[in-house]
């Protein structure tokens, strides 16, 4: 005979995945907007414009649903959506890069297919791509999480808040990276700004940068190896001071 | 973890491959991710607080069990899971919490109830706790407690001392008269005989001895009194593997020992030694009365489970040879034998050559006191109503079995304990024998 409880039917915290939705909508159109705003989409609209006025645009739609239906078939339509928003950013972030392999081949090399829009807008967008990623990478988790939880017997009330507790911080610490990063290439762009004419020749401020990413690696990397609980301890090694049992005196 | 080392990894070489500043800054933005959510450790410094190591309760009774846990540090996911035996059954509450653990100390107090279905002796792992870090990128810490708390079901001993009907009070058998050289003299009467060498002079009775005057034989007459634990019940519980008929927790094995209990009981409260012979396995105690034999059965019936799970099946021993195991201790008095069983074509047999050796043991070849309280296991087997005709039916070919084994001189009280109860089925079943006599 069992001794648990019978397992709570399990479904989907609500109010998250509306927050996860919506997250991904954005980071969607956003991409499409900066996508739109390339010489690539441009190239297109000539070549379908020729067969059917505006029919990049239905392209565009067609590929979101086909996309969509994608996803509802792996079960997961958040994940295809954020891909091809992530395809869509591409051309607009790759028109920034200083080495241009495409340059020998295309005229203009990879600023004539994503040029047209200006590097902080690019930077915000890619921001939030990675803020998105990032959350569904933490929500996939915890919805795993919760599913076990509830397959073992928890209650559904204290799993969900358990969980949007959880995701809170987890949304906390997204922003704050975000934020943090924003920080960082403002600061880091105005260093180049202000010392190529004072100080460093052109073209050596990235070497402040590089210390700059050098400090932030090595501060993660000692953040991971700092040493922890140890991983699933024996029930006789698990004792004080981390888990203690002290009998109650009646 | 490896999914946002992954992201920033795949940033950091595509900026590198194409000298592109923005993705440097996207891989620096997933690196901070990491760094500020490895800032905060997962719960920590967690403390359960419980109630009582040792726990007792009876079979089918329900017990509260409480826990107070408390966290210091860390934030993310505590699930607590106190882990239930198996035949523990959930009646109220949950023994499986997930709590959400914040930046500020934590405390929660779980409580829960469960109905102990059978008896035995049962360790329950306290607060088994998994910490869960609220990202998922820490390492989830999983730890349990040194302590465990003890709990010792029971078996409830159905009771034969309530029986309130004046008219069956007296019915159920005690064990016949027999001498037992040893044991404390009582205040109860036996009968006069003749003065023997050693008789303590108090014990001799003046008036009697006063009316022999004038014959030949002076010899004075004694008073003889009962000898406490004179009378023996031995009884023989039946434990092969098919007495588990039934469900886990209601079968056949589960009633039998709690008649063996109740009876047990019954006659050491009536003063009597009584031995017990868990047969099929060689092991046995032997007849003794008082409050200890009570509670030494007791302890006993707490874990004895079938042959095959201690003995094995292939060392299973015949009741005859359970009597003959016994023997030393059958000389020279006339127990009572009761055998708990449930009677069917596997075990008639076997049933027939016991009552045999009953009969062989029994001194100066009297008809020993044999009751076998068949247990009718197949009743207790139906999962619905309409299961219960066939059970009904297969119960009914025991019917010339049982006709068999009274024919071999035992007296046969079958039982569904089901429907029944014991002392009913006990004291009219008897009255009716007697009345048939």
């Known amino acids: 005979m069992e001794s648990t409880a019978a397992p709570a039917p399990v479904s989907r915290d609500t109010p998250v995945e509306a927050c996860i939705f919506a997250v991904t909508g954005v980071a969607l159109a956003v991409s499409l907007a900066l996508f739109v705003s390339t010489p690539l989409h441009e190239s297109l609209s000539s070549w379908t414009d020729s067969a059917l006025p505006g029919g990049v645009y239905v392209m565009y739609l067609l590929a979101i649903v086909a996309v969509v239906l994608l996803g509802i078939m792996s079960r997961n339509v958040l994940r295809p959506v954020l891909y091809l928003s992530w395809a869509l950013y591409l051309p607009s972030i790759l028109a920034f890069s200083r080495f241009d392999l495409l340059s020998s081949v295309i005229d203009g090399g990879l600023a004539s297919l994503g040029g047209g829009s200006p590097p902080i807008l690019v930077l915000a967008a890619g921001l939030l791509l990675v803020c998105t990623t990032l959350a569904q990478g933490a929500v996939e988790e915890h919805r795993a999480l919760r599913k076990s939880y509830l397959e073992r017997g928890a209650g559904q009330e204290e799993v969900d808040t358990a969980v949007r507790s959880s995701l809170k911080y987890v949304a906390l610490a997204i922003a704050a990276s975000a934020a943090l990063a924003a920080l960082v290439s403002v600061v880091t762009t105005a260093l180049a700004y202000f010392g190529e004419g004072i100080a460093l020749p052109g073209g050596y401020w990235y070497i402040l940068f590089a210390v700059a990413g050098g400090a932030v690696i090595a501060f993660v990397l000692v953040a991971m190896l700092r040493p922890g609980p140890p991983e699933r301890p024996a029930p006789e090694q698990a004792q004080a001071p981390v888990l203690t049992a002290v009998p109650v005196k009646k | ?437």
């Open chain 2, 1 to 437: 973890m490896k999914q946002e080392v992954g992201l920033s990894l795949v940033l950091f070489l595509a900026g590198a491959a194409t000298a592109n500043i923005l993705f440097i800054f996207l891989s620096v933005a997933v690196l901070l991710y990491i760094a500020i959510t490895l800032l905060w450790r997962g719960p920590e410094d967690v403390t359960v607080l419980f109630d009582g190591l040792e726990r007792s309760a009876w079979t089918g009774e329900t017990v509260t069990f409480s826990r107070e846990i408390r966290a210091d540090g860390g934030i993310g996911i505590l699930a607590v899971d106190d882990r239930l035996p198996e035949h523990f059954l959930l009646e109220r509450g949950n023994d499986f919490h997930v709590f959400a653990k914040g930046r500020g100390p934590f405390h929660a107090k779980i409580e829960y109830s469960v109905r102990c279905t059978k008896r035995g002796v049962y360790l329950l792992e306290c607060g088994r706790i998994e910490a869960v870090h609220f990202s998922g990128l820490g390492q989830t810490w999983i730890g349990s407690c040194e302590q465990e708390v003890r709990i010792t079901v029971r078996p409830r001993p159905l009771s034969l001392r309530r029986l309130r009907d004046p008219r069956v009070t007296s019915q159920i058998p005690m064990p016949p008269d027999a001498l037992h050289p040893i044991g404390m003299t009582t205040t109860d009467f036996k009968e006069i005989r003749e003065y023997r060498e050693g008789d303590p002079f108090r014990h001799i009775n003046w008036k009697a001895t006063a009316k022999r005057e004038g014959t030949m034989n002076s010899t004075p007459f004694v008073n003889e009194f009962e000898k406490e634990g004179r009378k023996t019940v031995w009884l023989f519980l039946d434990a092969r593997e098919w007495m588990r008929t039934g469900s886990t927790i209601e079968n056949a094995f589960e009633y039998a020992i709690q008649a063996t209990l109740g009876i047990s009981q019954f006659y050491l409260s009536r003063n009597c030694g009584v031995g017990v012979s868990f047969y099929n396995c060689h092991d046995e105690i032997l007849p003794e009365s008082g409050k200890r034999q009570s509670y030494r059965i007791a302890r006993h019936l707490i874990t004895v489970e079938t042959v095959a799970a201690r003995c094995g099946t292939d060392r299973q021993v015949a009741l005859a040879e359970a009597v003959e195991s016994i023997r030393g201790h059958l000389c020279g008095i006339s127990p009572f034998f009761i055998v708990v069983t449930m009677i069917g074509k596997d075990n008639a047999s076997d049933l027939i050559g016991g009552i045999r050796a009953m009969w062989k043991y029994s001194p100066g070849g009297e008809r020993p006191q044999i009751m076998v309280l068949h247990v009718q296991g197949y009743e207790l087997a139906p999962a619905g109503e309409s299961e219960k005709p066939s059970a009904m039916l297969v119960d009914l070919e025991t019917a010339p079995l049982v006709r068999l084994v009274r024919k071999a001189g035992a007296f046969v009280v079958p039982w569904n304990p089901g429907t029944r109860s014991l002392m009913r089925v006990l004291a009219v079943g008897v009255k009716k024998r007697r009345r048939g006599r």
